[in-house]
């Protein structure tokens, strides 16, 4: 029976039937918090989340009765979800940082240049956003209230956030993806910390005819509104991924980013992977990746050298600090992957395969007749007498020309399931990393693995990265598209300051006494002149961590070249490869193609960055520039 203070803060509420928790017991910031949405959205009621057993067995049973979702027999506890198909991915055009003045957010792209480093929105602008959206958008619908922390409960990296959803997809997802429920809601009771305030309603289309019933959305009118000055998420009209758990991009990305900047650390787009040679010794790499580049399948790796052991933190972001003796300790704020189901296989990643046939919620895939799911790049794995629907619900064969699942369908499943989980994926203090890989899908020019001569050099290398994408655009050629630090979507501040930021970590380092991380970048998808790729990828990928790691233990393994450290003849281990490696094809640096890198990097500063670039990166361009020129 709730208390008289929680039913006067019933009644404050338009007497709303709170269906679960208890509202007497919360501080004055969350109380308040709940309040003003529940008044602004209008929900008929509100349920507090715990995130125990019996309520996420509540919701799927909900969800599966709206038809949202349908239960796969196959496996132990796993969802198909189909979504309108009109909300199928992020939606960068519609997403905006707000701040005071523009520069703080966003950096002043060239005359005529499209800026592609975030978009802005002004103060009155977000909040005429939220009121023409937000006002009785939860009418007939349940709040569900949040509480979730990103990173391990107690940690001192880690970091607690509210979302409010009128959406149990979302909720049960979160639940998946982030330490979600009771244990949060006491932390943020007992020691009244600070939480980030996200605000998200599926919403309904202006016409109030909902095109789905089992998937309302509103993508006319989809925004996502972040305001780092008060740590504040506002997100409406999208169920998917990105756009709605909330503690992933916008949260542990874009504000995480500005909480970063201000308390001294780096949250960063990157995979977080152990790496233990046959001796023993165990080193802790982050690396990031831009879409298509695998990372996934390197952050779950499965070894071909003997007696090597990869093992899994993360595949998606990292919150990194140094610690009082200067080591920078990482952490992976999630507790789920939320991966790219096509291209995932026994063949690409076998522990990843190992990991998804429990607890988990698939989105937009297809599905089998005998209660499983599939995807292009299953093939092998479908048996002769299993027919397939595709993620529109309509029967597929492999005849069809049509994909059977969307190209940005996702499994989203608990990290716990992983067999390859470094046993220290939890520890409170983070993993000391000892070397950052910025990568891109590069099939020119670009060799297997270099080393930056240092960390102003690797700076610029983390801005200069880009890589080969399918056009959006009808030509559908490829094209090389830039993607510092392969956070080009999730940057929640000026890119510019974000480098210089960046570059302010290695004073603070030596203050600490500690030792920087070593830089390196590396490029699976080199092409011959006939278009085969040079390097076998995968599992042989730990050829070139084994290189790394005799370079961080400052083995002399590598010749100096003007564009970095490329490993010295015959000190990438190929023993057992089974494939002809054409390695002077794979490390040849050519002239040309280099004047033009480093004319296209220039452009790239000057069309998107301008003023706000820090001069040791342009520095650092006009020395590569220097020692290309003299080859
Ligand atoms: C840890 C693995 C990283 N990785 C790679 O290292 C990799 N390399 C390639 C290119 C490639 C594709 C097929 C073959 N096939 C054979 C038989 O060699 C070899 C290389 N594709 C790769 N992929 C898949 C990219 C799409 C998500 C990939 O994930
Ligand atoms: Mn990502």
Redesign the pocket.
Known sequence: QPSAQSLQFLRQIHSLKVLKGDTARLPASLKSFIEENARLCQPDNIHICDGSQVENERMLESLQAAGTITQLPKYDNCWLARTNPADVARVESRTFICTEKREEAVCTPAEGVTGMLGNWISPEDYKSSIMSRFPGSMRGRTMYVIPFSMGPLGSPLSKIGVELTDSQYVACSMRIMTRMGAAVMDEIIDKDVDFIKCLHSVGTPESGKVEMESWPCDPQRTIILHKPATNEIVSYGSAYGGNALLGKKCFALRIGSTIARREGWLAEHMLILAITAPDGTKRYIAAAFP????????AM?KPTLPGFKVECIGDDIAWMKFDARGNLRAINPEYGFFG?AP?TSEA??PNAMATIHKNTMFTNVAATSDGGIYWEGLESHLEPDITVTDWHGNSWSPASTSKAAHPNSRFCTPIDNCPVMDSQWEDPEGVPITAILFGG?RPDGVPLVYEAFNWKHGVMLGSAMRSEATAAAEHKGKVIMHDPMAMRPFFGYNFGKYLEHWLSMEKRCENLGGKMPKIFHVN??RKDSNGH?L???????SRVLDWIIKRIEGEKCFQKTPIGNIPSENSINLNGLN?EVNMKELFSIDRDFWLKETEEIQKFYNDQVGNDLPCEVQNQLNELKERVENM
Do not use: D
Not at 293 to 298: A, M, P, Q
Not at 535 to 541: A, S, T, Y
């Open positions: 879409s298509a580049c695998g990372k996934t399948n390197l790796l790219v291209g690409t990643n899908r699976w998808f790729f390097w076998p990828g995968f599992g042989e990928n494939t």
